[in-house]
């Protein structure tokens, strides 16, 4: 697992920093007056960036626990329950206890990508109604025991609207105050839209990450998703852009990471590339964290919640895919 | 080798010159004797000419030889004296018979050479042909591999056919190490799984970053909605109408009509240990309704035969023989045999069909 922490060599640069935590990231920041990205109009000043690899150790929790995640998009399809899937596991794989909440109502898929679906019995609503105890509602993940998963309700239920919020905050400290400890980490997969799900599931959260893709359509609802938890007070969001392809934004036919980031102004938590193996794992019910051998996005996922741990953000990106000198014997397969 | 090759020659010579006097023979023959020393010789010496010569002496030697035949037979019959003037003609392409001799010795040891080439040649693309092939079957073999395939699907229950066994989970042991991940010296560049990417760098500044939050600030005015209501309600009088979120009735999986106590709601996500609040009153309405069933069957008894109520219980005889026991005080039992005498007409009932 690595992350990339880059360094100008120019230390009179403006440095950012991504929020108020405790943890300061020995981070510097490109000073550039201009929004747009360098990169078009001149060759890449690679000699400036100087990047650190951070191998086998385990990353800093940084801030209160439990820190309560919201991951969100406004538009669907975006990858919301995927980013939950695999930055859960790979925060528990990392070593921290996690707990996903599934806040979607209606249309819950979390236990799907997680492959859980078989051992929900109860859900968050049967806990209120006094059916069963919350401990007894948390489905352990038997792959890595400090993962759990919480759903808010059966597909077929209906929950009071103006309750959902309540309940998840009253989840929320129930979690904090339990036997075995408060859990490092509270995931909460959002639904889409800005609906009554949107409101139950932001209600409880500290912080936000916010899940794009790189067209218009998603950067619109993620700029309104993004004005709407800032109006919230929730003022630490993150954003991940999913599905990128280096070979389309060669060809100028999408838009870049830095291109996103110039429209949307929020600190870069990772960056997937897209990959045929997500909708592998989706139908395996395996994250692509867990992979064997790891995968581009599953890495990525990786380093997104190794940034997500630190408070940290990415200060380099990649751009586009160059060809690999290959060696005399790569026929062979050397 | 080189005595066979030049024994064919020499056996054509004499077969040309069959028709000759005996003193040509002789001459021939001479001549034949001769060579073979000087063959020796020349074995040696001529062994370094380069090989354009020999090609040129050899052609020429062979011709002469045909010709000679061929004169042979038409002109040396007649002519005695031509036939003198050809043999000693004959004397230089026996000469270079003997060079041709000397310079296919050469060849044919440079011929052995090559097939040893060849032989290892042909072997190592042999190899390499069947490394390729093995290569190319593990890396199809690998590909056919269907994990998160339809056959995944089918496996865990979605799709409907036979749930077969469900594959061994994998293992992703250490997430601190990853080989796959290489950053190159100069850090402009990233190896991920094979694939080599350009790195830039992140140019977003603090200020950029408060600009955009103005900008959205400006933009979208929101108030979280603190209520819920049906479309066609009235709003409450002291609730701000920007705060209202408006539901329409036939949400598939929202209600507005809240019947949940919440205090007791509240008091149900906290509770740590013992058993579920519903699950509680669930089992002490089950009780109560019970105890006034059986409260209900006692007044029954003293109007109706005890006998006969007997056969109706039988799922609770041993909890009635107990309500009798203490009940009934005035039924003598001369001893203790009514618990073994029931359980074996227990035991009689349950053997009847």
Redesign the interface.
């Known amino acids: 697992?690595?992350s990339?922490q880059?360094h100008?060599i120019n230390p009179n640069s403006?440095?950012?920093?991504t929020s108020s935590f405790p943890i300061s990231t020995s981070s510097h920041?490109?000073?550039?007056k201009s929004?747009k990205?360098?990169?078009k109009s001149t060759p890449?000043?690679?000699?400036?960036?100087?990047?650190v690899?951070q191998?086998?150790?385990?990353p800093q929790l940084a801030g209160e626990t439990p820190r309560v995640v919201v991951i969100t998009s406004g538009k669907g399809g975006v990858g919301k329950t995927t980013t939950t899937a695999n930055v859960g596991l790979?925060l528990a794989?990392?070593g921290f206890s996690v707990v996903a909440i599934d806040a979607d109502?209606?249309l819950r898929n979390l236990d799907l990508l997680l492959?859980l679906e078989?051992r929900v019995n109860y859900t968050a609503v049967e806990?209120?109604?006094?059916?069963?105890?919350?401990?007894?509602a948390l489905v352990r993940d038997k792959?890595w025991s400090n993962f759990e998963l919480l759903c808010i309700?059966k597909?077929?239920?209906?929950?009071?609207?103006?309750?959902g919020g309540?309940?998840l905050i009253?989840?929320v400290?129930?979690l904090k105050?339990?036997?075995e400890g408060s859990p490092d980490f509270i995931i909460i997969d959002c639904p889409a839209g800005i609906?009554?799900g949107f409101?139950t599931a932001i209600?409880p959260a500290n912080e936000a990450v916010l899940v794009t893709t790189p067209d218009i359509t998603s950067l619109r609802d993620a700029?309104?998703v993004?004005?709407?938890l800032?109006?919230?007070g929730i003022k630490d969001i993150k954003m991940i852009v999913n599905r990128v392809r280096?070979d389309l934004i060669r060809g100028e036919d999408m838009m870049s990471v830095?291109d996103v980031?110039?429209m949307?102004?929020?600190?870069?938590l990772g960056v997937i590339p897209e990959d045929s193996?997500v909708?592998?794992?989706?139908?395996?019910?395996?994250p692509l964290?867990?992979?064997?051998?790891?995968?581009?996005a599953g890495?990525a996922f990786?380093q997104a919640a190794w940034r997500l741990v630190e408070q940290d953000?990415?200060?380099?990106?990649?751009?586009?895919?160059?060809?690999?000198k290959r060696g005399f014997f790569s026929?062979?397969?050397g | 080798m080189a005595s066979i090759s030049t024994s064919i020659p020499l056996i054509r010579f004499q077969s040309n010159s069959f028709k000759l006097t005996n003193k040509f023979k002789r001459q021939i023959l001479a001549t034949g004797l001769d060579f073979r020393p000087e063959i020796r010789l020349l074995n040696c010496n001529f062994s370094y000419f380069n090989k354009k010569y020999r090609k040129k002496e050899r052609d020429f030697v062979f011709r002469v030889c045909c010709s000679s035949s061929e004169d042979s037979d038409n002109k040396f019959v007649g002519n005695e004296v031509e036939k003198e003037k050809d043999i000693v003609e004959l004397e230089k392409p026996v000469g270079k018979l003997q060079e041709t001799v000397d310079s296919i010795a050469p060849i044919l040891f440079g011929m052995k050479k090559h097939i040893s080439t060849n032989v290892a040649v042909g072997l190592c693309l042999a190899i390499?042909f069947v490394?390729?092939s093995i290569?190319e079957y593990l890396i199809r073999k690998s590909r056919s591999n269907h994990?998160?395939?339809?056959e995944?699907?089918v496996k865990?229950?979605q799709l409907r056919s036979d749930r077969r066994g469900i594959s061994r989970?994998?293992?992703?042991d250490d997430?601190?190490?990853?080989p796959?991940?290489k950053?190159s010296k100069?850090?402009?560049?990233?190896?991920?799984?094979?694939?080599?990417?350009?790195?830039?760098?992140?140019?977003?500044?603090?200020?950029?970053?408060s600009?955009?939050?103005k900008r959205?600030?400006r933009?979208?005015?929101?108030?979280?909605?603190?209520?819920?209501l049906k479309e066609g309600d009235s709003i409450p009088p002291d609730v701000d109408p920007d705060t209202v979120?408006w539901?329409p009735a036939n949400h598939?999986?929202?209600?507005?009509?809240?019947?949940?106590d919440?205090d007791?709601?509240?008091s149900?996500?906290?509770?740590?240990?013992?058993v579920?609040?519903?699950?509680?009153?669930e089992h002490e309405a089950l009780q109560k309704k019970l105890e006034t069933l059986q409260n209900e069957q006692k007044l029954s008894k003293l109007v109706i035969d005890p006998g006969s109520v007997k056969d109706f219980e039988r799922p609770f005889k041993s909890f009635s023989s107990h309500e009798t026991q203490d009940g009934n005080d005035s039924t003598p039992k001369p001893d203790g045999s009514v618990n073994s005498s029931e359980s074996t007409t227990s035991f009689d009932e349950l053997q009847k069909p």
């Not at chain 2, 598939?252 to 949940?260: E, G, Q």
């Open positions: 697992m690595i990339l880059l100008t403006s440095s950012l920093k920041y490109f000073n550039s929004l990205p360098h990169f890449y000043n690679t000699s400036t960036i100087v990047s690899l191998w086998n150790r385990k790979s794989r990392l109502v209606g492959g078989n806990v209120l109604n006094g059916d069963c105890r919350l401990d007894q792959r309700s597909p077929r239920s209906k929950l009071p609207l103006g309750f309540k309940a009253w989840l400290d129930a105050s339990r036997q609906d009554a409101i209600t700029d309104r993004t004005g709407l800032e109006c919230d280096t830095l980031q110039e949307l102004g929020l600190a870069l193996e909708i592998r794992s989706t139908n395996r019910g395996y964290v867990l992979n064997k051998p790891p995968t581009l890495l990786e953000s990415m200060k380099a990106v990649m751009i586009e895919e160059e060809p690999k026929f062979f397969g | 390499a490394v390729i290569r994990h998160g395939s339809v995944d699907l865990r229950g989970p994998l293992k992703y997430p601190f190490n990853n796959l991940v950053v100069s850090n402009s560049t990233v190896e991920m799984c094979g694939k080599v990417y350009r790195l830039a760098p992140v140019t977003l500044t603090e200020r950029e970053q600009n955009h939050q959205r600030s933009a979208y005015q929101w108030k979280r909605p603190t209520i819920f979120r539901i598939p999986f929202a209600t507005t009509v809240n019947d949940i919440e007791l709601a509240q149900n996500v906290y509770q740590k240990r013992g579920p609040f519903r699950i509680k009153a």
